[in-house]
């Protein structure tokens, strides 16, 4: 969604009518997944991509329609259709695509949330009669719903909402016998932060960026992690890692690098890293090196089950040799947890 709201933006402003077309479900090679959106206008102006390409024509047809006669539509595209081969989806997979008018008091409410960082969850009516079809609100972590139409389940949708939230994915739902819902849950941009002004973290934090993670350098040492070596970087901060975690939210959305050698900085970023909801943390070191810090570690007193979370040594095995390769498989496992977080560390 993030992706989009620049050109929604506009064209709200410029007061042109859009649909919004969100995959609410695949199957097989489908390349998108749930969530992906596009927009369309009624003049077939759109921004997005549903599934790469496939059924993007499709899609811009159902989704003027959808806005000549105001009425949501759920679209299925897969091989056994013979709709799925004229399109182009003979790849061996299937969506569900949802289209509706977007409203614009909607809108303003869920851009609101994106751009402020607030968590919600998006909740979509995407089947059900047809007073309710279509209808969409905000859930809120502080139990509040935006749209009344949903006021006969409120705590129902609530608690979907809850767990969809604390999932972090995209879901289908039933709601009662005939309504379905789509829960799509918005986080918080993903952020890396990197203790050590290293080279390797040079590299590290401009492959993040470009995947779209907010990037912070945390270095003591003014000779090290300074704007010079990092001038692109969101925040940098000069100060010892349990200073400077003390400034920052460490969330499920946070991923951890600590890649000094030093254990006076790498050991006490470990302990609250490890401590915290961050998705992955990592330290750079040989397999020697890791050992010594286990032991300094576990006498320190960081219990097992903490430290079992530890990536180390940092990234995958791609024979990385140069500061460079280094850093790309970093940011490849950390990209790995992210999308892939039932997966067995290696």
Not at 116 to 134: H, K, N, Y
Not at 260 to 278: M, R
Not at 333 to 346: F, S
Request: aromatic share 6%.
């Amino acid at each position: 969604m993030r992706d989009i709201l620049p050109e929604l933006s506009r064209w709200i402003q410029q007061h042109k009518p859009v649909a919004l077309a969100t995959v609410v479900e695949t199957w097989g090679s489908s390349p998108r997944r749930p969530g992906a959106k596009m927009a369309i206008t009624a003049m077939g102006e759109f921004a997005g991509s549903v599934s790469g390409g496939c059924v993007e024509n499709a899609v811009i047809e159902a989704a003027i329609e959808v806005l000549k006669a105001h009425q949501p539509r759920l679209l299925h595209f897969g091989v056994a259709d013979e709709t799925a081969w004229e399109v182009g989806l003979a790849c061996g997979g299937s969506i569900d695509v949802f289209v509706q008018p977007l409203d614009p008091p909607y809108f303003g409410s869920l851009q609101s949330a994106l751009v402020d960082e607030q968590q919600a969850v998006a909740v979509t009516a995407i089947r059900g009669p047809q007073a309710i079809l279509g209808a969409h609100t905000l859930a809120r972590p502080d139990a509040t719903l935006t749209d009344p139409v949903f006021n006969d389940w409120h705590d129902e949708v609530l608690s979907l909402s809850a767990a969809s939230l604390a999932q972090g994915t995209p879901r289908r739902v039933k709601l009662g016998e005939t309504v379905e819902l789509f829960l799509e849950p918005f986080v918080s941009v993903p952020t890396l932060m990197a203790v050590g002004g290293v080279h390797i973290a040079a590299v590290l934090v401009s492959l993040a960026k470009r995947l779209g993670y907010r990037t912070i350098i945390i270095d003591p040492r003014k000779a090290w992690g300074n704007a010079a070596r990092f001038p692109d970087v969101d925040q940098l901060i000069q100060a010892w890692p349990q200073d400077a975690f003390q400034q920052l939210q460490l969330t499920h959305s946070c991923a951890i690098a600590t890649l000094t050698h030093d254990p006076k900085l790498d050991d006490p970023a470990l302990k609250i890293a490890l401590a915290s909801p961050a998705f992955f943390v990592g330290a750079l070191g040989s397999t020697s090196t890791q050992a010594k810090r286990r032991k300094r570690l576990l006498e320190a007193g960081m219990p097992e089950s903490q430290l079992a979370r530890l990536r180390s040594p940092i990234g995958l095995d791609i024979g990385a040799e140069s500061p460079d390769e280094i850093a790309l498989s970093i940011m490849a496992q950390i990209v790995e947890a992210r999308r892939r977080p039932d997966r067995e560390q290696g």
